[in-house]
DNA sequence: TGTACATCAGTGAACGCGCGTTCACTGATGTAC
DNA sequence: TGTACATCAGTGAACGCGCGTTCACTGATGTAC
C-alpha cells in the first residue's frame, strides 16, 4: 500500500520522524519490530522494551507513547498471533468438504504455525505472557480456538466419522494439549529424532477423537 | 543423617563454613537452594547464580568453587529432578502386576510430578537449558524415560491389553509428547478450567495405545 | 499573505536494579617436621 | 610437644551489561487569526 517508505523494515539506525497526524504508526512499527525479533530469536524473554525501540531506531522511552510498558505489548503481539493463526486455519479448511480432512487439515496448520513461529508461538500459549493478561481468560483468542477445533470434531461426529459417544469439546481439549505437547517438544528439544511432524498429527488426532485410521474414513 | 547443622535449610543469613575436607557439602547445598528457589517461583529463570549463593548465604562468587557457571549448575538441579522422576514412576508400579494398570500408574505419577513441581519440570523438559547441555541427546536420562514408557507400554501389547499393530517406540512418543502437553498447559495456564487431571491422563493413554477404556483390559 | 502558537512526535540524560564474571585477598585448620 | 606452613573454604570489591522507568526537554508542523 501507498509508498514503501525507507523506515519500512529497515534495521537499527536512522528513521524517519512520522508526520504530523500519522504518529500511530510507530505503533504498528513497534509490533513488527516486535514480531521480527520473536522470529529471530525463538525466545519472548529477549523481547525487551529497549530491543524493541533499538530495532525499530527510536529512543527507548518512545515506546511509551504507545504501550503503558512492555507487558502490554507483548499481549498486543500475541494479539496478532492469535489473529494470523486463526486465519490460517479458516484459510487451510476453506474448500475442503470432507469434515475428517477438514479437521486434519486444521490441526497440521495449527502444528505448522507453530514450528514456523516458535518465539511467536512460545508467547502465545507459553508462560511468557503476563499471567493476568494471559489468553486463558473466558473470552481469550485461545478458547475461541478451542471452540473452533470443537466444532470442527461435532461435524465429523455429525457424519460419523468419529466416536460417537465423545463429548466434542473434551475431545477438542485431548487432541489440542497433545498437539501442543508435540509441537512445544519439537521448539524446545530440536536434537531429539523426531519423526515427520504430519504422521504423527494425524495418528494423534486420529486416535484421541476415535477417527478410522485411513483418510476415507 | 548425623547432627542437623544450623546452615541446613536455612534461609539467607548466616552460615558456618565447612569444616576441612567437607567443602564438597556446599555442592549439595546449592543444589537444594536452587531447587527451593524453583519449586518457590516456579519459573527457572529466576534460577540466577546470584539467588542460589543468596539463599544459601554465600557470597556469590563461591558459586565457582563448585560449577564453572550458571548453566551447569541448571544441568545438575535438572539431573536430580530426573533421577526423582524415575524414582517416583518405579515406586508407583513397584508392586503392580497388570501391565495396563502400572502404565497407567507410571503416567499419572509423572503427571503429578510435573504439576507438583512444576519449576523443576519446566527446566527438565523446557527451553531453558543451555541447548548444547539439554537432555536430548541420545545417552540422557530423557531418552531413558522414554525408552523406559516404550516397555511399558511393549508389555501391556505383549499381554493384549492394547493395539498389537503398533510400534512401541512411537506410541510411546505420542503418550509422551501428549501427556507433556497436557500438563505444561495446565501449569502455564493455571486460569483455564481443566477437568480432573487423572481422568485426561488416562483417557489420554489408552486412547494413543488403542487401551479398551476400562481398567480391567 | 504573514506570523504566533499549540500540538504532535518524539529525545536524552539519569535513576537504581540484578546479572555474570574477574581478581586479589583472608582466616581457620590440619599436618610435617 | 611445639611450631611453621600449605591448603582449604571461602570473601569482598569492582567491572560492564541490559533492563524498566522517570523526567524535563526539543524541534518540526499545521492552524487560527
Redesign the pocket.
Known sequence: MDTVTPQHGSATGQ?R???????E??RDDLLDAAQALLEETGDAR?L????VASRVG?????V??HFP??ADLKVAVASRGFAALEEARDAASYDITDPAEALLARVRVYAHFALHHPGLYRLMFGPDLPSNLAYDAERSPARAALQSLAQSIERCRAAEMCDPSDDSIRSALLVWTAVHGSVILRIDRPHFPWPPLDQLVDETVRRLVGMAPQASC
Chains 1, 2 share one sequence.
Open positions: 528513521r520522524r512520522n508526520r504530523r497526524g500519522e504518529g504508526r510507530l529477549r525487551s522494551l529497549r530491543s527510536i529512543a527507548a522511552t518512545s511509551y507513547l510498558d512492555i
